[in-house]
């Protein structure tokens, strides 16, 4: 291999692999809801027993933007709504305070919170809501995050497999401009005798010219979000494609199932390979 020859090669695998924060792909972190007893005991912080009688603060439409990712250690920013609740001891006995549908955002740098952007909360204890969100986060939502990989919306077709593997061949290519455009992306993933779990996605699949059918000759004929699943059983590296055939017509499965197996191994599989180390 020639200097010229390595440093296209090298150019191109950074080209596939980077993400950046423009064009990352979201994940969607489930609702949730911590109390003062398990505030007090994922911290210990007695003072803030102290403090409240009670504390309930419920976070949802959670969305965290990753822009860097090493290993279990992210970094980005988390959105979220929330709704709190604390009862103090007042002078005249047990006093409550509520708000809801606050919006807030968090900056995180490697599962640790450096910034908390909170508007005013009213009646509320704003520090209070801030020491439940940090420890929410450090110590819930990130071992959330840990088993998901980050991924990115990517359109695929025959000429990016090549650029993958200069030697790749149509194996089944009964339509050969198929180009699909994988998206919303979800995973679940576990270290369990090597790896189990799942990802899912969403995909569109376009063809401008499907020759083998009269019927769409000569037509652009698109598919829009169709689902597919890819499921691992130990070995991260045999998946098993889920599709359901009956849904993608008059597209083949079979061109479907191996634009999204080489995806998968391209780029999904470096990522959980790293996850897992």
């Not at 403090?51 to 933007?65: E, G, H, R």
């Not at 959330?144 to 990115?152: D, H, K, P």
């Not at 992306?185 to 969403?202: C, E, K, Y």
């Not at 376009?206 to 130990?234: E, H, N």
């Amino acid at each position: 291999m020639t200097p010229k020859t390595f440093l296209l090669c090298a150019i191109l695998a950074i080209a596939a692999f980077t993400v950046s924060a423009d064009d990352v792909e979201p994940l969607y972190l489930e609702n949730y809801t911590m109390t003062r007893d398990a505030y007090l005991q994922y911290t210990g912080d007695t003072q803030f027993g102290d403090d409240f009688l009670a504390f309930n603060l419920s976070v949802y439409n959670l969305v965290y933007t990753v822009t860097s990712r090493v290993r279990k250690f992210s970094s980005g920013n988390l959105t979220f709504t929330f709704d709190a609740n604390q009862t103090v001891d007042g002078t005249f006995g047990p006093s409550d305070k509520t708000v809801s549908n606050i919006q807030a955002s968090v900056e995180i740098a490697l599962n640790k919170v450096t910034n908390i952007i909170l508007p005013d909360v009213g009646d509320v204890s704003a520090e209070g809501v801030k020491k439940i969100v940090k420890a929410y986060i450090e110590y819930v939502a990130v071992s959330q995050v840990n088993y998901r990989i980050v991924l990115t919306e990517q359109y695929v077709d025959h000429d990016l497999l090549r650029t993958w593997n200069p030697t790749y061949a149509y194996k089944s290519a009964l339509v050969p401009d198929i180009q699909l455009r994988l998206f919303n992306f979800s995973s679940d993933l576990r270290p369990s005798q090597g790896v189990t779990g799942a990802i899912t996605l969403n995909f569109d699949a376009y063809s401008r010219f499907m020759s083998y059918t009269p019927r769409f000759r000569g037509k652009t004929l698109a598919l829009m979000a169709s689902q597919v699943g890819i499921i691992i059983r130990g070995d991260p590296e045999n998946p098993t494609i889920l599709l359901d055939s009956s849904n993608i017509r008059p597209f083949p499965e079979r061109d479907i199932i191996e634009i999204i197996t080489a995806y998968y191994l391209n780029v999904c599989l470096p990522r959980i390979r790293d996850l897992f180390a």
